[in-house]
């Protein structure tokens, strides 16, 4: 076996192919071990990481801190609500100072794409993006993969279509990139409004008819509109959205094949999927949560075997 | 580089059908007992005690199970190799269950240490016993000692002792190697 090609996990542009291969290898390992009666493994047992999450989450971030958990580290948390950033301190001050604390790891959601990448050459530490803008979100990323290779043996020669808003989306980019590098067909479907004008020379075809894309692919993943980014009116109202890119039971049925539905949640019950899609048995969401546990596993271990004493 | 045969095949099968009749002894029918290969190298040869206990004694329903210790090792970050992880397969709880251990070669005893600490992720176990085929006597950390060996062997820290097996590279064999 052999290690990652990188020391920080910035995003999925940084990675290989065999450092995504050898991460599903370990997370297989990581999958196993969270189905045991006792869930835990002391590998980690002399790390400390800090996740620093300056935006708000609830899946990742607690998926991040049950993973480190399960590998025995010791976990800080940090919301910046109720930190001194709100007092006017800089990201490498705020960092620095926790990081005289002996902590090993740092696991970082900002606001500001490439917040990540800067840290990294900064501070002494290694650095794992859980969200930078609408930049990367690596781990996202990687247990979507995770979960196709699962359902479907496979990501290679695969067709997916990515639905939604694409334009604000870090989980967006980190698939196609994730995708691409495993040899899969990408595809983006959404308002032209939402779908970023070069998003082409990423190597996807743009499809604009929701129902055509759905007849191409085997994977829909279906995002949320992120009306928390969007500083204009990017489509006339959201029930149009919901006619035009909504997935319902009965497009569904309409195709000739089962595709799979993923969701990276939070999921907006009615807008991109309705629910009766949502807890079908095609859909993978659940899936995807649980895998996620696992990947994130694998991603701190094998960080985490780069840091020498 | 020079090698020595320490055991031969012959050698080895007698010493496999003397083990096997060692654990009959002390398990009889090994309704409350489960094997536990160790790995990478001990499913080898708890697959072939299984298969001589099945096959040559009769002995029906034996559980047999792989543990994986990679997560449980005391080196991690301190080997200069990065650790490899292989397959878990313990697909019942060993709650109360007379577990043995079973590798192919013990050495300082830390693999067994770490097998352990993994194998209480699967329940408490009445108890465990540790069976080795190839025992390299003087050379523990720890204060582990197998309950059945096959052969007791003197072999300084330079020299390798590397058991092979016919299903994986075509011979039943123990070498040991001086590198």
């Given at each position: 076996m052999s290690e990652l090609s990188?020391?920080?996990?910035?995003?999925?542009?940084?990675?290989n192919e065999s450092d995504i291969q050898l991460i599903f290898e370990t997370a297989d390992h990581f999958k196993e071990v969270i189905n045991?009666?006792?869930?835990?493994?002391?590998?980690?047992?002399d790390i400390t990481i800090a996740n620093l999450f300056f935006e708000n989450s609830t899946r990742t971030k607690l998926s991040f801190e049950l993973a480190e958990k399960r590998l025995s580290a010791d976990v800080i948390n940090f919301s910046a609500a109720q930190s001194s950033v709100k007092k006017g301190e800089t990201l490498i001050d705020t960092v620095n100072n926790i990081l005289?604390?002996?902590?090993?790891m740092v696991v970082m959601r900002h606001p500001n794409p490439g917040a990540g990448v800067f840290l990294s050459k900064n501070v002494k530490a290694s650095i794992v993006n859980a969200g930078d803008g609408a930049h990367e979100h690596p781990t996202q990323a990687l247990l979507d993969s995770y979960s196709i290779r699962e359902k479907l043996g496979d990501v290679n020669g695969k067709n997916i279509v990515i639905v939604g808003?694409?334009?604000?989306?870090r989980v967006a980019l980190s698939n196609i990139f994730a995708l691409k590098l495993q040899g899969a067909n990408v595809k983006v479907c959404g308002p032209k409004t939402l779908i970023p004008k070069f998003i082409t020379s990423l190597g996807v075809e743009v499809e604009t008819n929701l129902k055509k894309a759905l007849e191409w692919c085997d994977v829909a993943n279906m995002l949320r509109v992120q009306n928390e980014r969007m500083d204009i009116s990017y489509f006339p109202s959201t029930r149009e959205y919901t006619q035009q890119f909504g997935v319902n039971k009965a497009l569904l049925d309409s195709l000739d094949k089962e595709i799979v539905i993923m969701h990276p949640g939070p999921i907006n019950r009615g807008v991109e999927i309705t629910s009766d899609v949502a807890d079908s048995k095609q859909a993978i969401i659940l899936n995807q949560v649980e895998n996620g546990v696992a990947i994130r596993m694998a991603v701190i271990y094998l960080l985490a075997s780069k840091i020498k004493q | 580089m020079s090698q020595k045969v320490l055991l031969s095949a012959k050698e080895i099968n007698i010493i496999l059908h003397r083990l096997a009749c060692q654990l009959i002894e002390n398990?009889?029918?090994?309704?409350?007992t489960v094997l536990i290969g160790i790995q990478p190298r001990g499913v080898f040869l708890a697959e072939r005690l299984k298969k001589i206990l099945t096959e040559?004694?009769?002995?029906?329903?034996i559980k047999l199970g792989y543990l994986d210790i990679t997560f449980y090792r005391d080196d991690f970050r301190r080997s200069d190799k990065p650790l490899e992880a292989n397959k878990t397969k313990i697909d019942f709880l060993v709650e109360d269950k007379n577990v043995v251990f079973i590798d192919d070669v013990l050495y300082t005893g830390r693999s067994i240490r770490a097998a352990l600490t993994a194998i209480q992720s699967f329940g408490r176990p009445n108890e465990i016993e540790l069976l080795t085929l190839i025992d390299r006597r003087f050379s523990r950390h720890l204060p582990i000692q197998p309950d059945y060996r096959g052969r007791q062997v003197d072999a300084i820290n330079q020299e390798k002792v590397k058991v092979m097996w016919k299903e994986q590279e075509g011979e039943d064999k123990v070498y040991l190697i001086n590198k």
């Open positions: 990188v020391n920080h996990l910035l995003g999925i542009k940084y990675l045991r009666p006792i869930k835990k493994v002391p590998s980690l047992r005289s604390m002996k902590v090993d808003d694409i334009l604000h989306s | 398990h009889i029918d090994f309704k409350n040559d004694y009769n002995v029906a329903h």
